[in-house]
């Protein structure tokens, strides 16, 4: 399933969430233009990697050459391809401008990145000692799926639904459509724990608990923030 539109109006001009599309859209440019080589070690200094959040990475993994606290905000803005990033810049495109519309430019922008941290700190908990690098505006994008979910349960959400050969489209209340993404994430994460697999989106992994975590926190925090009132 993947979402198309929903039918919500807002008030204002969400121009928080055109700055974050735009800000991640031209980090991947940047990507674009480096090497192997360079792009493996943007991912080294600037994506999450558990192991050196934990000071526990095994001898031959390089240092962070930024504090490794300020990685829970820098992976936010790295993608590990057209696909991953095309997908997460769809769903804030979606879900953002309303979430943004209810708490207000500035406080929209801390509760992203807020969300984002704590979902970086879910992935980290369940694999402190990977060494592999975790990425992407997922995890800050599962809080505003938290916070939509929680505002507007039965907004109705225009949807791309394939059936074998055919495609098709159909308005799924939200409760169903972001309900069922929470679930799946959460399932996939538990069975992840199971098969000891590799997080990371530039070797084909998805973090998971980044994503249900960041999913769970956006709801808790929306109500913090104001998701109740118009700003």
Known sequence: ????????????????????????VLVF????????????????????????LSNTCPVGVDSQLIPEW??????????????????????????????????????????YLTCGVLAGLSQWFFSQNSNIPSLGASGAIAGVLGAYILRFPRAQILTLVPLGFFITTVRLPAYFFLGFWFFQQAFYGVASLQARSNIGMES???????HAGGFVFGAILAPFFGIYKRS
């Open 1 to 24: 399933m993947v979402p198309l539109r929903d039918n919500n109006p807002t008030t204002t001009t969400p121009y928080i969430n055109y700055l974050l599309i735009a800000v991640n």
């Open 29 to 52: 440019i940047y990507q674009l233009s480096l090497s192997p080589q360079g792009l493996q070690n943007l991912f080294r200094t600037a994506a999450l990697v558990p192991c050196q």
């Open 70 to 111: 300020l990685t829970l905000i820098t992976s936010q803005f790295l993608h590990g391809g057209y696909l991953h990033l095309g997908g997460n810049m769809l769903f804030l495109s979606i879900f953002g401008n309303n979430i943004e519309d209810r708490l207000g430019h500035i406080k929209y922008l801390i509760f």
């Open 204 to 210: 084909g992994g998805i973090a998971y608990w980044a």
